[in-house]
């Protein structure tokens, strides 16, 4: 093969990369956005804007099958090895926790349209600084990703801590709010079902994290403590 | 390359599929086990008990990290392509469905823990069944694997909707159990969150009936309905 065609066929791969790269980031600002979204209906108690937040995940889903697609082109056409065969890897994986982040949102949505059927219940003010919380752990975590940087990955991890206690403060106070008007114990359960989505929103920050330090350093990132909620323990 | 090299070549990558297919119909048994054992440790309120299953977990995720070793490896050694590509790629898929299976029942039982520190509540009678009808989801969908039988694998999926019409029956009978007696609010919320891990692990099951008709088919089963539970509709 001539020096030229050599350097034609790596750019081309290079370019097919960062074309992954772009739709993992693309979903990473949707995915947010969702959430941002459905906190927003919840709040406005908007259900129209509920069913349109969650008919919207329609178009992370395409996303994250358009990644499958690439990666599983790149994997037949261009055999990748290496830190290149990782990234391929990573992208995958990425992909499908960033579509899981959507599905979460979408639910969280779909849920707001049920507490809209019943007044205003009081501890809903739990979920905006959770979901806030859980989109700055996204953020940072496609953020890292899309930098290649590993130390700013390992910051995530370690921010789920606070998203996992804030999570079990809801969950406590909610209890407490259902035991006091026993009214509200529907509502309240939709609620908790909310809050428990988001916290779940951090886990996979956690996931592309992990998948980012996979990436950079070839090796695992060493597991560090037990992930998600302590509400069982 | 003479033909008993290329012929040595072929074995050897059908041995290490066979490798990879044997990985993960054990954790298959090893998840659907899981779940046996933490409803069986919840109905006899064995704490101890408890606490083995969840500890049990961590061989399912070690099988996983071995699934994505030898896929990372396949594809750099092996370079894989058509049939055989959409192979390795669906192991890597259904490997990451099963490890979440086995986080679910891990998680039933460490609820389970915290059913043990007030009496028994009444609608506990739900979960058992359900949880019957996802293991048999998981071990249809698993088989249907195995076999690549993409008509079981169907199956799988449509049979999930009784699975997601039971939850939702269940659901509802905590919330009206939940209304009638206060005192129970803190146990009967986490059998809402263990039904919902077993709905969740159908959803699972009916991801790798998907991933074991894109292998025989190589392209995705047309998509159906909506997935998942009904109580936020």
Known sequence: MSPTAHEHIVKSFDSELQRLYGEIVRMGELATSQLDGAVDVM??????????????DEAIDALEREVSHDVLRLLALRQPMARDLREVYAALRISADIERIGDYAANVAKRSTVLNQSP??????????????????????VQA???RDAQRALMVRNRDVELDAQYTGLFRELLTYMAEDPKQITPCTHLLFMAKNIERIG??????????WFVVHGEA?????????????
């Not at 709040?43 to 919207?56: C, I, M, S, Y």
């Not at 205003?120 to 975590?141: E, F, M, Q, Y």
């Not at 886990?203 to 980012?212: F, L, P």
């Not at 990132?221 to 323990?233: H, I, Y």
């Open 43 to 56: 709040l406005r108690r908007d259900t129209k804007a509920a069913q349109r937040v969650v008919a919207n």
């Open 120 to 141: 205003v219940v009081a501890p809903i003010h739990g979920i905006p600084s959770l979901a806030r919380l859980a989109n700055d752990l996204v953020r940072d975590a």
């Open 145 to 147: 990703y899309a930098d």
């Open 203 to 212: 886990d996979h920050a956690t996931n592309i994290a992990e998948n980012t």
């Open 221 to 233: 990132l060493p597991a560090q403590r037990e992930k998600g909620d302590l509400t069982s323990q």
